[in-house]
């Protein structure tokens, strides 16, 4: 089932919105006292989440897609999806570490953790990447299979409240306020719904089909949660055992909505 323009919108939009209100959560400060403690949580909550929907949905799809013929299987047809989705992992790995500096979620509020305005903006450069292509994975996810593009919604849509509660914490820690935070945040959204349109009118008019599309966003997709989110579950989670299991929620999580996905739209 193929999706239809309205629904990827809607799915950009709510994505895109999520970033916003995660960097308002910094104001006023009584909310985001309360909400630094749920972080965590919601973290390892999104982790989980993204890290079943790669292995679960996403490369069985990748797989198929490379793998035209039934009953035939040719290893050497996979090498181009594998090297994308390798691609897609470094490319992270490349624009938000190696020429943005990394920052620890909602640290850089506090006065010994000060940034410099130029820091700060480098690294919200490095996250529209990755954001970007968010919204190519949500796309290129609903155009293979409805389902598998609204589990790949669910996974972002998790992470989005954390990333945008990031944004904000650089924003102020680089000595700005409340309106700049709202536009960096409101940028990193549109830069999502972007990545939507983009792929959905441009992407095969240029040869970047789902089938290039889906393994390149699957790489960026696996970097996120095994490398931006679980080193960051493992270093506010502490000698906390609840945080580790919120990962193990999020994948509890997946496969309840990947059930219920499943038995509504096959009635």
């Keep these: ?5 309205l629904q990827l919108l809607l799915f950009g939009i709510l994505a895109g919105a999520a970033n916003v209100l995660g960097g308002m959560i910094l104001f006023p400060p009584a909310i985001h006292k309360n909400y630094r403690k749920l972080l965590k949580y919601i973290l390892g909550l999104g982790a989980g989440f993204m890290l079943s929907v790669v292995f679960i949905d996403i490369l069985p799809e990748v797989v198929k897609l490379w793998q035209p013929k039934e009953g035939v299987f040719d290893s050497e047809k996979l090498l181009i999806p594998m090297v994308l989705i ?12 190696t020429i943005a500096p990394h920052f620890h979620l909602g640290e850089e509020v506090h006065s010994d953790h000060l940034i410099s305005t130029k820091s700060a903006y480098t690294a919200i450069g490095g996250l529209l990447i990755h954001t970007f292509f968010d919204g190519v994975s949500i796309a290129a996810a609903a155009q293979v299979d409805f389902n598998v593009g609204i589990l790949v919604f669910l996974a972002i849509f998790l992470h989005k409240f954390p990333e945008g509660f990031t944004i904000s914490s650089m924003i102020l820690a680089a000595g700005k306020g409340k309106k700049e935070a709202l536009i960096a945040t409101s940028l990193v959204g549109l830069t999502t719904l972007l ?8 992407g095969a008019n240029i ?8 393994p390149l966003a699957s790489g960026i997709t696996l970097y996120v949660a095994a490398s931006d989110l679980i080193p960051e579950i493992n270093h506010h989670g502490g000698k906390n055992p609840l945080v580790s299991l919120s990962v193990f929620a999020g994948v509890l999580f997946f496969f309840l909505a990947h059930l219920a996905l499943h038995s509504v739209l096959e009635k």
């Design 1 to 5: 089932m193929e999706s239809s323009l």
């Design 86 to 97: 390798l691609i897609g992992y470094l490319l992270t790995q490349f624009f938000e570490h």
């Design 195 to 202: 990545g939507v349109i983009l792929f959905y009118f441009v």
């Design 207 to 214: 040869g970047f089909t789902v089938a290039y599309a889906l």
